[in-house]
């Protein structure tokens, strides 16, 4: 780039030997270096002093126990047996949390951004110098264009402390890439038909389903962990899953159906198989007639979409669809049409998600047992403050008139709002970043860095040197959730719960809990009303005691169940069911849509096909890996270095390639990937497409395990399809070409 | 006393927790593992099966580790589970070459590593190997097979199960579910 935002490499020092990579045929086994040596411990259990958190790798926040051996190091985390979110029982990402308190490569102390000798820079800097920086700049761009031109991007725990501090200096602009990137237009699309979301973890009633429809959802590669449990007991229970994926996904081999669809036609598919649930009259009659609005409308709207007429799109064997429509019948009211997590896909999503909602309706399975279950949290009282400023613009000013149904902050609405136009008059100057790499959560990259270098500030929170790192002012090394208290948890859950995170040791290096940082910084900008708490034990016990508890019983405890206060788990069958919709029924028509200008009723929409030679982009998750946050643990890259490219045998012997040789890849704009990705020919992928997990590729020298480690997914993600409805990112419509000869810069040139 | 351990290949979903629990709980070095999975695919698209596989030592009744150990750390434990004493052991390396599932690797320490089942650690407590306990989809079951109430005698009582490499006449005591 050629501005004074460039990217600065933290440190090129200390980047040791990188371990050679081990020829092993084991999946599950790494690299494998020479030099680790570890002390032979067999503690007994009971010896070991535990403490309770709950975990920061992933959304799911498990609840769980860190035990220390007799020196005081973390050994091992395991999990809580009374969390409903992990049963006792942590992924690997969980149990590898140890790794990220390990890392040698976390963010060490305060840097700040420096010019010597014409040359881009970083600093170290005391904690007191860092945060005086922002405060003085913070305070400068408030004067000269409101507080409220300052935005918060958010992931994890960090947000809530950020968040209240940016609140208190007057902005509300605060967002999470976990909407518009993620699981927006299924909350959106849920919202429209049954006037409310689905919350997480999902309020899907998988332990007592029996039948699960899986639509883009590869649970068991990504390890929602009570989700996967229940599943395994599902397989146990002989209960029918339906997995509907391009690809050969785990879910699909454990599945009695695996319908193979041609990507990007899975409302063709969800509409057909309404149009067989009504023309059979297979439907939840009593329950439809009951609850419903819209549903002639419906009929008349699915009329065409026969079976037949969904083959001709999807690839899918017509009886197949009938048989599967009659398999959710049979199970109805105890079926799941699984929302998933990751639906921004084609940006008609929120369109997809309706259709996915309706087919639940239709089969009667909202509030119903073994289907959708009424979750429950606490009603617990926030530590009083004074009330906030009233911000003088609202986040949803800046992308005025655009995503009318968001019902959260559009990220992405906030980075093109950064971007100055002559029309628009909000820009945002100054972004605070706290646990998210925007520049792999985001699709787009070019856009982010416009956006990036327009801002007049940026501070990034984070534990690991990321590739967003580089380009801020200010990196504040925020310590890991294995070194502090945050605020506790208070899921939506069958049982409203509370759970504990407190630190299991002192903080390494020159790291600061983010509330202390939020705290500290709040204090240099004369907010220290909103703070007035001592310290962060005294305000969590406080809200402990407004429960009946307190700081001193969840230590002991880490997790506290309460009984519901409303016996409605499931819907009472005696009682009107009144729905939080405009009609106050379940709108299989929505009005919200119909009066927002959207289809009241979801439409099929052909997408755009691979040109000749290129091959849809597909992405996923690995059960290893969160994200692109994991990519350097130890612990989890010793399960996984590398993404591998899927590539059906097809297409790998019409290219000559074979599984282990490397390729770059290049996308329909031209984008050529960073680095280069290992083939893997398999038979689990379609032709038409290729698959990686996300989050792998970094390019920040500094994660010296993660560093040229396979391609990043979201810089071939050039092309991305807005859903208009609610501002998703659809990220599925990009395709991509292999380049077989090239100058090997990533893992492979260290060979 | 015959202890023993079942895998079902139908549940597990490859994710590698037991890996990861076994490395953090027995302090096995990072690039190195007692357990690792396996995953074969079979078929053409779009008829296809996967099996995905959690192995480790398979505690042989008839183990060529422990008929080749010149120095008897090799040997067999209560319960007939397989482990290396590792003042010992002097990292000849002849076990890993006779074991005919590759459950063994060299500690960077000088001796010889392999799986367990956490007999002195956790099974003697009366816990369950760390890798039982904590996968998420309960795939894998463990005790003893003398006991008919065990949980993984109940479970080969009442499912198809397969060993590895039985041709190798090693008499192995871990059983895939199918």
């Known amino acids: 780039m050629s501005s004074r935002r460039s990217f600065i490499k933290i440190s090129a020092l200390g980047i040791g030997g990188i371990a050679a990579a081990g020829g092993l045929s084991r999946l599950a086994t790494g690299a494998v270096s020479g030099n680790a040596s570890t002390e032979k411990i067999d503690s007994p259990e009971q010896n070991l002093h535990r403490t309770p958190t709950y975990c920061e790798i992933c959304f799911w926040q498990c609840a769980g126990w860190v035990y220390k051996d007799e020196s005081g190091n973390i050994k091992k985390i395991v999990g809580n047996d009374d969390d409903q979110h992990c049963n006792g029982r942590f992924c690997p990402r969980g149990t590898g949390g140890v790794g990220q308190y390990y890392d040698e490569d976390r963010l060490k102390t305060p840097l700040i951004r420096t010019t010597t000798d014409g040359k881009e820079t970083f600093r170290e800097a005391s904690w007191d110098e860092a945060l005086d920086y922002i405060a003085h700049r913070m305070q400068e761009i408030a004067a000269k264009h409101g507080p409220e031109c300052i935005a918060l991007f958010t992931h994890g725990s960090g947000g809530s402390h950020f968040g209240h501090m940016l609140k208190a200096f007057g902005s509300a602009s605060i967002t999470a890439p976990s909407f518009a990137q993620c699981r927006g237009p299924r909350e959106v699309g849920f919202l429209t038909t049954f006037g409310d979301i689905i919350y997480s973890p999902e309020r899907i009633d998988i332990r007592d389903t029996r039948c699960m429809v899986l639509i883009g959802s590869h649970l068991g590669e990504n390890m929602h962990n009570g989700q996967v449990q229940e599943m395994s007991d599902a397989i146990d229970r002989g209960a029918t899953i339906i997995t509907v994926d391009p690809r050969f996904s785990t879910a699909a081999s454990k599945s009695k159906y695996w319908l193979p669809i041609k990507p990007a036609t899975d409302l063709a598919l969800l509409l057909s198989w309404i149009h067989v649930l009504i023309e059979n009259e297979w439907y939840d009659k009593a329950y439809v007639a009951k609850n419903t609005v819209g549903f002639e409308q419906l009929r008349e709207h699915v009329r065409p979409f026969t079976p037949e007429w969904a083959y001709g799109i999807t690839t899918i064997d017509p009886n197949v669809i009938v048989e599967t429509a009659r398999e959710m019948r049979n199970a109805s009211p105890s079926v799941i049409i699984n929302p998933g997590r990751h639906v921004t896909w084609y940006g008609d999503d929120t369109q997809r998600m309706r259709a996915v909602a309706i087919l639940a309706a239709l089969l009667g399975a909202w509030g119903r047992r073994g289907g959708y279950y009424q979750p429950e949290k606490l009603h617990l009282p926030s530590y009083p403050v004074p009330p906030f400023p009233v911000p003088r613009r609202q986040p949803t000013e800046a992308y005025g008139g655009k995503y009318p149904l968001a019902n959260e902050v559009v990220s992405n609405g906030l980075c093109d709002a950064t971007i100055p136009t002559v029309e628009r008059s909000c820009s945002y100057k100054a972004w605070i970043v706290n646990g998210t790499n925007l520049l792999a959560a985001i699709p787009n990259q070019a856009n982010t860095l416009k956006a990036i270098e327009a801002l007049e500030l940026l501070v990034v929170v984070d534990t690991m040197p990321v590739e967003l790192t580089g380009y801020a002012d200010v990196v504040l090394p925020e310590c890991t959730y294995l070194e502090r208290y945050d605020m506790l948890r208070n899921s939506n859950h069958r049982l409203p719960n509370l759970a504990l995170r407190m630190p299991a040791v002192q903080p390494k290096y020159d790291s600061k809990p983010a509330e202390w940082i939020a705290r500290e910084l709040a204090a240099k900008l004369g907010l220290e009303a909103w703070f007035p708490w001592k310290n962060i034990e005294e305000m969590l016990d406080w809200q402990l005691k407004q429960m009946g508890t307190s700081l001193e019983e969840m230590q002991r405890l880490g997790v506290k169940n309460f009984p519901r206060e409303n016996d409605d788990l499931y819907f009472n069958e005696n009682e009107e069911a009144v729905f939080n919709t405009n009609s106050g029924k379940i709108e299989l028509y929505s009005s919200d849509m119909e009066n927002e200008g959207f289809a009241p009723l979801p439409v099929y929409t052909a997408h755009e096909e691979p040109p000749e030679g290129y091959y849809r982009l597909n992405y996923g998750r690995a059960p290893m890996h969160t994200f692109s946050r994991t990519a350097n643990n130890p612990n989890l890259t010793d399960l996984m270095d590398e993404n591998v490219l899927w590539v059906n045998p097809k297409v790998a012997r019409l290219w000559g390639l074979k599984t282990g040789q490397m390729v770059k890849l290049k996308n329909q704009d031209g984008k050529q990937s960073t680095f280069a990705i290992k083939v893997r020919v398999t038979e689990r992928i379609r032709w038409d497409s290729v698959y990686m997990v996300h989050g792998f590729g970094h390019n920040n020298p500094k994660l010296t395990r993660a560093f040229g480690r396979g391609v990043n997914d979201t810089e071939l993600i050039t092309r991305v399809h807005i859903d208009p409805v609610m501002g998703g990112t659809g990220m599925r419509g990009n395709f991509v070409t292999f380049i077989t000869e090239f100058e090997p810069n990533g893992k492979e040139a260290e060979a | ?178």
């Open chain 2, 1 to 178: 006393m015959r202890y023993a351990m079942a895998v079902d290949t139908l549940k597990c979903v490859g994710c590698s927790d037991c890996v990861v629990a076994c490395q953090t709980e027995n302090n096995v070095p990072i690039g190195f593992c007692r357990d690792w999975v396996v995953e074969v695919t079979d078929g053409t698209y779009p008829r296809l099966e996967i099996e995905i596989r959690s192995e480790r030592c398979n505690h042989c009744e008839n183990s060529p580790c422990v008929r080749c150990c010149p120095t008897g750390a090799s040997h067999y434990a209560e319960g007939g589970v397989v482990l290396v004493t590792p003042h010992k052991c002097i990292g000849c390396g002849a076990c890993i070459a006779s074991c005919p599932y590759d459950a063994r690797y060299p500690h960077p320490d000088g001796y010889v590593d392999k799986c367990t089942f956490c007999l002195h650690n956790r099974v003697e407590k009366g816990l369950d190997p760390a890798c039982v306990s904590v996968c998420p989809t309960k795939c894998m079951y463990f005790g003893d097979l003398d006991d008919p109430n065990s949980p993984v005698s109940k479970v080969l009582k009442n499912r198809k199960y397969k060993t590895l490499i039985p041709e190798a006449g090693t008499n192995p005591q871990l059983y895939f579910l199918l």
